[in-house]
């Protein structure tokens, strides 16, 4: 059996006692009926993976010792900035699991023309925060250590208008598009992925896009949902040039 791994959102060292929030608490407790004594691991972005022992567990609160650190090699070498027109509901949390599961460094999620998402800005920090959970549940699944950045929702012209070129290669995915993903020139080491949501973008976001420097690509002759085609974006060109090559 597997050993559960849980995130924790700040510095770990070795002989550390890391108090666990409300909801880690009850998951532990409740649903795997862990005991004080039992082993886990524990990771976090800036610090590694290390191996751990429940020291406490309440109802509400538990407390874990960190022992030694893990090695860990689960981080591609590519980096993957995913730029992913917001979906409704479970449809956006699926491309943001399966997304940080496929190793994308980053996320930014952006409203468009024709999405059916309207999300005013007042809600855009909920979001940001529950995609956020998203990628981390995500990372003590797959074995991940740095869960993705999750940005800010905003307005794909005003995210086009702020991008900074520290991509070596910018695609945008467009069914019927003469070039295919899987023919363009490999990045060095970094390339930004820009997908649309349920409706697709419009013929003015394309252009937008193609002014931003995006090239659009196809991923072959089928239209693909936009949960679908990120995934599939993310396997080809982390089979290509990324972690999930045989060779």
């Given at each position: ?47 590694g993976e290390f ?41 956006m949390d699926f ?85 295919a993903l899987t ?65």
């Amino acid at each position: 059996m597997a050993r559960t791994r849980l995130y924790f959102p700040g510095m770990i060292q070795p002989g550390q006692d890391l108090r666990l929030d409300a909801d880690q608490a009850r998951y532990i407790g409740k649903v795997l009926r862990l005991r004080t004594g039992d082993r886990i691991s524990v990771f976090s972005a800036d610090s590694g993976e290390f191996d751990a022992t429940v020291q406490t567990i309440g109802q509400s609160s538990a407390t874990i010792r960190s022992g030694k650190r893990l090695e860990t090699a689960t981080e591609s070498r590519l980096k993957v900035h995913l730029v992913q027109g917001i979906s409704r509901g479970e449809r956006m949390d699926f491309v943001v699991q399966k997304a940080t599961e496929l190793g994308v460094k980053r996320i930014s999620p952006v409203l468009t023309q024709h999405g059916v998402v309207k999300l005013v800005e007042s809600r855009r920090g909920k979001r940001r925060a529950h995609w956020q959970k998203v990628a981390e549940s995500a990372c003590e699944q797959s074995g991940r250590v740095r869960p993705p950045l999750i940005d800010a929702p905003m307005r794909l012209n005003e995210w086009l208008g702020q991008k900074t070129a520290d991509s070596d290669v910018d695609v945008i995915l467009r069914p019927g598009a003469a070039t295919a993903l899987t023919s363009i020139a490999a990045p060095r080491s970094k390339i930004c992925i820009l997908i649309g949501p349920e409706g697709g973008f419009s013929e003015a976001e394309y252009g937008d896009a193609e002014i931003a420097g995006f090239m659009a690509v196809s991923l072959g002759p089928r239209v693909l949902r936009t949960e679908t085609a990120a995934i599939a974006a993310l396997a080809v060109v982390q089979s290509l040039w990324g972690d999930l090559r045989l060779d």
